[in-house]
């Protein structure tokens, strides 16, 4: 089986669906994410197909969006596509400066 981003539309479809629902970020539009995904899915299918001998996962991911492709009995391999949880506005924590005895 050739493994091409076309494979794996339905993931990649769904997951647009999700990020259209559910994912509030500022960084990406929708169109962004579609391209994102489009592009972390080619990485992770040659990180996949270049794999060493006994390993099973192909990954890619950037700061928002991860997705493994994880070897299985079936020639197909499984897709998850996972949005990073991330906040640009937590508050980082504050660095306690040294007293002077």
Do not use: W
């Not at 479809?13 to 592009?39: F, G, M, N, Q």
């Amino acid at each position: 089986m050739e493994l091409t981003i076309e494979t794996f539309q339905s993931e990649i479809a769904e997951a647009l669906r999700t990020y259209d629902k559910h994912v509030v970020c500022i960084d990406k539009t929708p169109e962004e994410c579609k391209a994102t995904l489009h592009s972390l899915m080619d990485k992770a299918i040659r990180a996949y197909l270049s794999r060493g001998p006994h390993l099973r996962h192909g990954i890619a991911l950037d700061k928002q969006v991860t997705i493994i492709l994880s070897q299985t009995e079936n020639e197909r391999p499984l897709c998850g596509i996972y949005f990073n949880l991330h906040s640009p506005y937590k508050k980082k924590p504050s660095v306690k400066s040294k007293k002077d005895d």
